[in-house]
Nanobody, 122 residues
């Protein structure tokens, strides 16, 4: 059974930092592209950051560049989102996503975590 379990959300003051974790189980971690999405109340879900399986290349949405860092630990099968200089507009539910590929780089499944709330407020 595939599971993506996020942790690390909470309440933080503007300018503060949080690190989100997503523990992945039930799939071949090294064959997954991993992403963090977020969704604020009344807004569309948006892609925050990605890290691809092949060479760990990372990409970021413009609104988090220079503030957030995505990384992964292949041994622990965890993907992280380090969030610095947090702003009230970063308040959202943050969800982990995995797209699994086979050896020919064909997609074989999409998986989501349940999400973790991040609230940035004084």
């Amino acid at each position: 059974q595939v599971q993506l379990v996020e942790s690390g959300g909470g309440l933080v003051q503007p300018g503060g930092s949080l690190t989100l974790s997503c523990a992945v189980s039930g799939i071949t971690f090294l064959r997954c592209d991993l992403k963090w999405f977020r969704q604020a109340p009344g807004k569309e879900r948006e892609l925050v950051a990605s890290i691809i399986s092949k060479d760990s290349t990372t990409t970021y949405a413009d609104f988090v560049k220079g503030r957030f860092t995505i990384s992964k630990d292949n041994d622990k099968k965890i993907v992280y989102l380090q969030m610095n200089s947090l702003r009230p507009e970063d308040t959202a539910v943050y969800s982990c996503y995995a797209k699994k590929y086979d050896v020919l780089r064909r997609s074989t499944g999409d998986y989501w975590g349940q999400g973790t709330q991040v609230t940035v407020s004084s």
